[in-house]
């Protein structure tokens, strides 16, 4: 028998399986829903990282329970400086 330990290469104990709204407002200030399975409070500070410009935003999440992370988006019509 053969043995190949991937727990290390699997990724995190954690999914994520959808997120409301899926759209907003450049302003940000859009209380955003994620939905999922695996969260943890003993994660510590929940960071939540936006994509969408040169460089990422992260804004703090919120622990709800084990399916729910709210947080907060941040505003993506100012342009960031390099």
């Known amino acids: 028998m053969w ?13 994520i399986e959808s997120i409301k709204p899926k759209v907003g407002p450049l302003t940000g200030k859009t209380k955003l829903s994620i939905y999922g399975a695996g969260f943890k409070e003993t994660y510590g500070q929940i960071t939540v990282r936006f994509f969408g410009g040169k460089a990422p935003i992260d804004t703090v999440g919120v622990f709800k329970d084990e399916n729910l992370i709210e947080c907060e988006t ?9």
């Open 74 to 82: 941040p505003p993506f019509d100012q342009p960031k400086k390099c």
């Open 3 to 15: 043995m190949l330990p991937v727990g290390s290469i699997t990724g995190p104990p954690y999914a």
